[in-house]
């Protein structure tokens, strides 16, 4: 690895104003909060533990616990959650009452992490777009309204599209690339940043690059099962770029954002470049598993069409599909320059000090995706 310059789904919501889970070993808190949404996701509840240490907390998600059985991952999330003193609100944010039923809620709120968003390559524009903008805008709105003075917003890296120049910085250029990830997340940052107000609420936009630690679904969990099913292969020798990020590092990033000024907008990476090659072998190495094989990405291509066309006939979404290939496929690093010279933003966790917390999560809490017969 070569260290670079470090630059810079469910239901509505059932009484939002009340909080299913709360008054945990911490006890109940009082005083003006902050509203983390999507606080059952990886990123979200990490978030939410991090800000409930220093203050109140209430979580949003489109979940609902009670139809959780007491094994179900997300279960054992949400009881973190309710340890941690964390209040609990069910809401599903493309609900167009969930804003004005949030109201007293938001009243009591100084700051929203908008954590929430579609977790998935493809889909119809017009999904994306419900999520990532107009319920995005409907909450920020209500937010401002009710007296929400920081507004911090979860983006993506991805607004640069699929091949942007090397080191790109936060003046872009941006990327739709027919992508309806990539598109409606710029399209978000535009209407957020048209509120942003330092009279009223500011808004601040983080950029992550690919989000990896402990749970994490697509950088750790679904490499590690498509391994331990010697399903998961490398892409021209896994020569494209992974930007990763650990877990500790957004929480870190965000709350720098909290207390910055409003009307910016940050890249957040680890600061260094790493190959695909060089993380999902490191990843397969720590688990267990053989270096992962390599295919010409116009094979994978090829079986991705084929792996769409037979979903299609059946009425199913194919495990394998072009535009996920897309999102490994990225050439170059992005610059998180700007984090560390104005946020103050320095990233503590090296990756093999991730892998190396991966290793023990994997051996406490999921052993099945360690390769067969590895032990500690």
Not at 207 to 223: C, E, H, K, L, Q
Request: glycine residues 10%; positive net charge; proline residues 6%.
């Amino acid at each position: 690895m070569k260290k670079k310059s470090v630059a810079k789904k469910s239901r509505s919501a059932r009484n939002p104003g009340k909080s299913s889970a709360g008054g945990g070993r911490s006890g109940t808190k009082t005083g003006k909060g902050i509203l983390v949404t999507g606080a059952l996701g990886f990123i979200g509840s990490n978030v939410a533990l991090a800000l409930a240490k220093k203050g109140r907390v209430i979580g949003l998600d489109m979940i609902n616990p009670n139809e959780l059985g007491p094994d179900h991952p997300l279960q054992k999330r949400f009881n973190q959650l309710k340890r941690a003193g964390i209040e609990y609100i069910q809401g599903e944010l493309t609900d167009s009452g969930l804003p004005q039923r949030l109201e007293s809620v938001l009243a009591n709120c100084h700051a929203l992490v908008h954590t929430a968003a579609p977790v998935k390559e493809k889909g119809p524009l017009e999904q994306f777009r419900a999520v990532n903008v107009e319920a995005t805008l409907r909450l920020a709105q209500t937010a401002r309204n009710q007296g929400v003075k920081r507004w911090v917003q979860l983006s993506s890296v991805m607004v640069y599209g699929f091949n942007y120049p090397p080191h790109v910085s936060e003046e872009g250029p941006l990327r739709g690339d027919d992508n309806p990830y990539c598109i409606t997340k710029i399209e978000s940052e535009h209407a957020l940043l048209g509120l942003s107000d330092v009279r009223s609420m500011d808004v601040v936009i983080l950029r992550p690059g690919d989000v990896y630690g402990p749970a994490s679904v697509p950088w750790v969990v679904r490499p590690l099962e498509m391994m331990r099913k010697k399903q998961f292969l490398l892409l021209d020798g896994g020569r494209y770029t992974i930007n990763h990020v650990h877990i500790s590092h957004i929480v870190q990033a965000i709350e720098l954002a909290l207390k910055s000024s409003g009307g910016q907008i940050f890249n957040v990476t680890d600061g260094i470049s790493s190959t695909c090659g060089e993380y999902f072998g490191a990843l397969a190495a720590m688990a267990g598993y053989a270096p992962p094989p390599s295919i010409p990405s116009w094979a994978a291509r090829m079986g991705a069409l084929i792996m769409e066309g037979g979903s299609a006939l059946i009425g199913r979404e194919a495990q394998l599909n072009r535009e996920a290939l897309k999102f490994v496929m990225r050439p170059h690093p992005v610059s998180s320059r700007k984090a560390t010279e104005l946020l103050g933003y320095r990233p503590k966790v090296s990756l093999t000090e991730g892998l190396e917390e991966i290793r023990s999560w994997l051996h406490e809490e999921r052993p099945d995706l360690l390769a067969p017969g590895l032990t500690k």
